[in-house]
């Protein structure tokens, strides 16, 4: 870099496909930022050591990598006009902006403080979990779990923690607030009983007594991580019950036996004496392991997926209203009794989760869209690019990100959008159009006949200046 400060080196792989490798060598010693795949790749690059970004040409393309993140993904694509060689790539001197020059063509401007996901490839998940301090994402798919660090100097990729070979599906685990102990619901062919309590540290498992035979459908620690309940009955009609162990001592304290068959995603804890649950065709209730008393939060057609804000206050959970309609979403705030149908976020839902102060969802669907939304039921920003449904999504609790992972198996880290904002669809009509204008200066205009056979052509405005990057959404101030 001009600075001095990142080193750039190319391997060749192949007669037509290199590596780039890159140091940082402002430390003693030098510290290697990683290697980033095998590619096509051109002559011009550029290096920006204040965001440490490097920029590659590539057959047609820009190759736009960002090594200032705490996360390594796969390059950014960014598309000339003209698919031609660029002979020219730099970044300007505040690393907002990325400058190429295709051949016999004109500069192309990129603006770089977009809400750009970071996309990891060849990840799959049954269960994403950021820890409470937001410090690293725990990835969860078949009997491994990977952990990926948000808090590093140099770009991560996820790494394998430990694996537990003799259960090869873990499925749904949930995380102690201490962030000690994992607890996955599931057996799965396994030895011993469900739920299984993993230390983090070493990857110790333990077969909790009184567990049981079945599939655990739902899991959950207590708020001061002192309790553990999961929910049964899955196939086996006498483990229908919710059972509530002591996390220190390892010893079953409680234990609900309801008369109907409980549904899935039960079990969540509302306060650290209180279980929200739910059982087939029927309420949200909640269960207080103190008095053992009993009582309907919501009487509806509830299907479970009750998640719940940090203080518990403030819970969503899928409804079919009325019974045989699709899966939607329904708020309940406790404090208020106030309770909202949340029609904008669709019915073809699978996954779904409220944020820790109780003010936004993001909800994941089955064709690969991704909504962020305030509770009250107003519009959400739409983020596309999952190809396929979405499996599991969840929320930074430092407002930073969005973590989602689906039948395309990769990994994605969404940048959050303030959810409080109008989204860009749906702006008035005369802001949407200087918001799309703001994005480029590329025109579609009209043509004579001598100019274009369409009647239509491109062209460019007066390139508008350094001072504003334009952006499509603006991020949510981190917590």
Partial sequence: SDD?????????????????????????????????????????????????????????????????????????TLRNEIETRNIGIRFDPSGRWLVSNPFQSALSFWPLEGPYPIVIPG?????????????SLTITSGGEVKTLSLVGESPEQPKLAFSIPDRPYLGRVAMSQGADYLAAAYRDQGPGTSPALITVADGSVEYLPGGFEDQARGIDFSPDGRLLAAAGGQFIA???????????????????????????????????????????????????LATGSDESLYDGYVRGGVQASADRRRVIFGVREPPGNELMLRFLDLDTGETQLLSSHGSNLSDWQIDSTGEFLVTADKVGLIRVGPVTGEEPHLLYGHEGPIGTVRIDPLGRWIASTGADNTLRLWPLPDPLKTPLHKLPHDELITKLKSLTNVRLVEADDAESSTGWKLDLDPFPGWATVPTWYDRKEHR
């Fill in 4 to 76: 001095g400060t990142l080193l750039l080196l190319t391997h060749q792989t192949g007669q037509s496909t290199s590596e780039p490798w890159v140091w940082s060598i402002d430390t003693e010693p030098p510290q290697f930022v990683g290697r980033l795949g095998e590619r096509s790749l051109g002559d011009s690059a550029g290096l920006d050591p204040v965001e440490r970004q490097l920029a590659y040409e590539a057959p047609g393309v820009v190759v736009w990598w960002r090594l200032g993140l705490p996360v390594l993904g796969e390059p950014t």
């Fill in 123 to 135: 990840q799959s998940a049954s269960s994403l979990i950021f820890d409470p301090a937001g410090r």
């Fill in 238 to 288: 006498e483990e229908n019950q919710i059972r509530v162990w002591d996390v220190a001592t390892r010893q079953l304290v409680a234990v609900l036996d309801p008369e109907a068959r409980l549904m899935w995603e039960t079990a969540v804890f509302a306060s650290s004496e209180e279980v929200f649950w739910v059982h087939i065709g029927s309420d949200l209730r909640l269960w207080n």
